[in-house]
């Protein structure tokens, strides 16, 4: 390929840098919107939201490129930093990196947005909100790369991009439909125009050496600042190979997640009282209470296996790699201790929200646009009380048991994908690509079903031959990975059994909360219910055993 | 008997279509100072990541004190010590830290002998390692490798960031030192005179293959550098027995060959020649002449 300018060139590199994750994008947004525009009333403005929420944050494939993702070892500053030796000026290889980043995600959007649109025959917003979408790259990329400021980002964050979500909520009509003022699409660009401007004077003062420059290295398995990683200081144990693991995880990741689990506890609370006197500052502290549970194990819960990323290499560390250390073992104890102070952070965020939801009585009346708001925050908590009150201990009990489980669950999914994904790329975007493209069927059949395009017994049947199938795939890739990992000598019988109780003990729990009468009412098929009655205990085993295997494979390439 | 502590056999492994090692058979004893030498891609690095299972032999076998290395990692790598390449260290870690964890997972951990290295190193222990130096961290990396005082000790390019007074001092000592115990060390450098000083067996890779192995004295002899004068001028290399690389021109070459000096000589008689000067190669000679220009001018000719 003949590279014509160098404005192609810098397109082209970060074409090649973004280009699955653009088509993972797309796939994901038309899957999850077209579940959602099944719901019936509130379907499109869901959908919308979904389609918003994918394309207009986390995207960050270009701040992969330092070697880190997002507080995985991310370094903040201008990424591209390779770019500071060519013969390039930096307002055009900053403005290129930035259009680009801004563009492609307006064009995904429309596609998805349109796409979708078109299948469901609900409109979604589109041109309406594109210069929305750019505005918000612009200051979203500014704050990441103009600053090497921690502090500066995220203070920049909330006061920008906080009041940038709130503008296009009230914008949003219903039914669906958005529209800007003038004044407001003259600010957007105002802010658009601010935004580059300050970038690039950022960007220069990195380049030329007027302000530290974000280097290129390798991300560990820090999924955390090296300050809070530096501030738990305790000395690491010789008497035993385990108790120094346990003492690696706790210091790089396990006692800064507490930390920040537990400062995060205390924000929340503290934000709901001063709420009490400051009404402004009552939405930001209702949304950080709904945000902090999900950010908390989307930002934290990753990479678990310390897999390394290092300017587009993923690979495991080959310090770690040469310990004489079983892989099995070392997978295993880093997700326990993962999980284990996860969970405790999590808790630590769940009280403060149940303790800060007692102090919303305080608030009312609550006005906002003149109407009275009623906190949401209060209605969850009236209806857990009544839950705890109405349900027997042993309920209780399973779903704790249920909890600590799926957050070890979702820790291992992500751990293991991220393993599997370092290993084998092609394979892993192949299988995703077809699981989204298979679901996007099933949903594109639902619709023609629910027009009378498909006959009910034909949807039907897929739906039924869908069930088994899963069934069929979750026992044979499960016997596989069992059968494999006992021949490699990757587990031990013992270490397998240890496994299959825990999975059987959480898909017990998960019947019990569920109720036997209803996972199977009278009637109901056979593949279906022995899939509910299975999957959540074969799910964990699978997962359990593909965790230590993908560990395995990416050890022993 | 020797003691077979390394052998590879018929070990050949691809990367996306490139071959990186192609039928490599490779063996080493108890006591031995192996250096593996060859160009960038020779397949050295490859071989060493086979050792410590790092890669998964796809065709061939590997093994380590009789073990597979993949399928019993924990019985190999407690008795290795390993400096990679990368020199990649856990950057948050301060020096004594990184020495206590490793520690962790040899119960052979010499102490004294920690506390011996990094005083020869002066390596200050409260220092972090993201705050070292390419060469502090090689140091530092040198030491976790060996204070455990490991049956096999592999180094990937270990000079590399080191300077010189370290290099042939200190680690030569180290590795002599390891050697004298009967313990045995494989390493790879590009430094031809580093081999030479430090080992006492040789491996020559190229393009994935092993080119030459075996004692170093006995390499050294099998070549040699011979100054040819001929009666007529030659305007291409002419074709000389054993030879594997020439330089010069018309009437005088200079020639590094293999095999015996008398069947070379010969062969510089049947062509109206005589040799004027010989010796035995040094090893970056004979590396030139296997695996550089040289030796493709050779092969051509």
């Not at chain 1, 796939?27 to 959602?36: E, N």
């Not at chain 1, 992500?414 to 995703?432: D, E, K, Q, S």
């Not at chain 2, 390419?134 to 960031?161: F, N, T, Y």
């Not at chain 2, 009666?231 to 054993?242: E, W, Y």
Request: charge should be positive; hydrophobic fraction near 50%; include cysteine.
């Amino acid at each position: 390929m003949t590279m014509r300018s160098p404005v192609v060139a810098l397109l082209w590199e970060q074409w090649q840098l973004t280009r699955v994750e653009a088509a993972q994008r797309v796939g994901v947004s038309i899957v999850a919107a077209s579940v959602a525009l099944r719901l019936g009333e509130v379907g499109p403005t869901v959908a919308f939201g979904i389609l918003m929420v994918l394309h207009s944050m986390f995207w960050l494939s270009i701040s992969k490129l330092t070697g880190g993702r997002f507080l995985d070892g991310y370094k903040p500053g201008f990424p591209l930093q390779l770019l500071y030796t060519r013969p390039v000026p930096t307002v055009v290889f900053v403005g290129v990196a930035m259009a680009y980043d801004a563009i492609s995600c307006v064009v995904l959007y429309l596609v998805s947005a349109a796409l979708v649109g078109f299948a469901f025959d609900q409109p979604l917003p589109l041109f309406s909100v594109a210069g929305w979408i750019v505005t918000f790259h612009l200051v979203c990329t500014c704050l990441q790369w103009a600053s090497r400021n921690r502090v500066v980002q995220w203070a920049g964050m909330i006061v920008t991009c906080l009041p940038l979500y709130l503008t296009l909520r009230n914008r949003v009509a219903s039914p669906l439909h958005v529209e800007f003022s003038l004044a407001e699409n003259v600010m957007l660009i105002l802010i658009g125009v601010v935004s580059f401007a300050v970038a690039v004077a950022g960007v220069a003062r990195q380049r030329h050496g007027g302000a530290s420059v974000a280097t290129p290295r390798t991300a560990g398995p820090v999924a955390s600042p090296e300050w809070l990683v530096s501030l738990f200081s305790f000395s690491c144990p010789t008497s035993s190979a385990t108790r120094a693991l346990v003492w690696l995880e706790l210091r790089s990741s396990g006692m800064p997640v507490l930390a920040i689990g537990l400062g995060l506890a205390m924000l929340i609370f503290m934000l709901f009282a001063i709420g009490i006197a400051i009404a402004p500052l009552r939405p930001y502290a209702v949304l950080s209470a709904v945000i902090s549970v999900p950010a908390m194990l989307w930002l934290f819960g990753g990479n678990a296996l310390g897999i390394r990323h290092k300017q587009g290499r993923s690979y495991f560390s080959s310090f770690e790699a040469t310990q004489p250390y079983g892989t099995a073992q070392l997978t295993g104890l880093r997700i326990l201790v993962r999980s284990a102070c996860m969970l405790v952070a999590l808790i630590a965020v769940g009280v403060s929200v149940w303790a800060s939801s007692s102090l919303v009585n305080e608030w009312v009346p609550w006005l906002m646009n003149g109407k009275e708001v009623s906190p949401g925050v209060l209605r969850a908590r009236n209806a857990l009380v009544a839950e705890i009150l109405e349900k027997p201990g042993y309920q209780h009990f399973a779903r704790m048991v249920v909890v600590a489980i799926v957050v070890a669950l979702i820790i291992a999914s992500r751990a293991t994908f991220t393993a599997l994904r370092a290993r084998h790329p092609r394979r892993v975007n192949i299988g995703v690509g077809s699981l989204l493209f298979y679901g996007l069927a099933l949903v594109l059949l639902a619709q023609a079903e629910q027009h009378g395009i498909v006959s009910t017994l034909l949807f039907n049947q897929i739906q039924s031959a869908t069930n088994w199938i899963v069934a069929a795939v979750l026992i044979l890739a499960t016997t596989y990975l069992v059968w494999r990992s006992l021949a490699e000598r990757l587990l031990t019988p013992r270490q397998v059994l240890s496994v299959v109780v825990m999975s059987a003990a959480f898909g017990a729990a998960c019947l019990t909360l569920m109720g036997l009468p209803s996972v199977r009412p009278e009637g109901f098929p056979t593949a279906i219910f022995l899939e509910r009655l299975l999957a959540p205990a074969l799910l964990a085993l699978m997962l359990f055993v593909l965790a230590s295997w993908s560990l395995n494979r990416i050890r022993h390439m | 008997m020797e003691k077979t502590v390394v052998d590879v056999n018929t070990l050949s492994r691809s990367f996306d279509g490139m071959t990186a090692l192609d039928t490599v058979s490779f063996r080493a004893t108890a006591g031995q100072v192996h250096g593996l030498v060859g160009s960038n891609g020779a397949g050295k690095t490859t071989l060493l990541k086979h050792l410590l299972g790092l890669l998964r032999a796809t065709t061939g076998s590997v093994r380590v004190f009789g073990l597979d290395p993949v399928r019993d990692p924990v019985g190999v790598l407690s008795r290795v010590g390993y400096l990679s390449e990368e020199r990649e260290l856990p950057e948050w870690m301060r020096v004594d830290e990184l020495m206590r964890y490793t520690q962790a997972f040899h119960p052979t951990w010499d102490v004294s002998y920690e506390r011996e290295l990094l005083k020869t190193f002066a390596l200050d222990p409260t220092k972090k390692v993201k705050e070292l130096s390419k060469g502090m961290r090689a140091q530092a990396g040198l030491i976790a490798a060996v204070a455990h005082r490991p049956e096999l000790l592999i180094l990937d390019e270990p000079s590399s960031g080191l300077d010189a007074v370290v290099r042939r001092d200190i680690l030569d000592a180290i590795v002599r030192a390891v050697a004298d115990d009967g313990r045995t060390v494989i390493f790879s450098s590009h430094l031809l005179d580093e081999v030479e000083r430090m080992s006492d067996h040789v491996t020559l890779m190229h393009q994935g293959r092993v080119a030459l192995s075996g004692v170093l004295d006995d390499v050294r002899s099998g070549y040699q550098r011979s100054r040819v004068h001929f009666a007529q001028n030659f305007d291409q290399p002419p074709v000389l027995d054993t030879a594997l690389a020439m330089e010069g021109g018309g009437r005088t070459w200079s020639v590094v060959h293999s095999g015996s000096l008398e069947q070379f000589r010969h062969s510089v008689v049947a062509r109206g020649g005589e040799v004027v000067e010989s010796r035995d190669a040094t090893l970056e000679e004979i590396f030139l002449a296997r695996a550089g220009r040289s030796g493709q001018q050779a092969e051509a000719a």
